[in-house]
């Protein structure tokens, strides 16, 4: 089992950066695709950015490709992800996501863990 924690959020400017981490508690993080997610007011959750157990996959959606960066370290069980370039429409809140299947994590958004959230707000 994994328990994930979210932290870095808070209030930016229009074309600024903010770097979000998300702890995962556990031996068995390395094992995770992880991933995050984010869920505007009145809006559904939807999916953000995805990582492969060793990092060598990636995948980003369309509204944050070139802007967001994810990235993990292992060893730390930190999961991260720099967000460049913010625009209001980015406010939200931000949740991380660990699954058995970097596939199905991309293709059906399928999650086994998520962590509580961190707010994200992007002033214009």
């Known amino acids: 089992q994994v328990q994930l924690v979210e932290s870095g959020g808070g209030l930016v400017q229009a074309g600024g950066s903010l770097r979000l981490s998300c702890a995962a508690s556990g031996r068995t993080f390395s094992r995770y695709a992880m991933g995050w997610f984010r869920q505007a007011p009145g809006k559904e959750r939807e999916f953000v950015a995805a990582?492969?157990?060793?990092?060598?996959?990636?995948y980003y959606s369309d509204s944050v490709k070139g802007r967001f960066t994810i990235s993990r370290d292992n060893p730390k069980n930190t999961l991260y992800l720099q967000m460049n370039s913010l625009k209001p429409e980015d406010t939200a809140v931000y949740y991380c996501?660990?699954?058995?299947?970097?596939?199905?994590?991309?293709?059906?958004?399928?999650?086994?863990?998520w962590g509580q959230g961190t707010q994200v707000t992007v002033s214009s």
């Open positions: 996501a660990a699954s058995n299947s970097y596939s199905d994590l991309v293709r059906t958004n399928e999650v086994d863990y």
């Open positions: 990582i492969t157990w060793s990092a060598l996959s990636l």
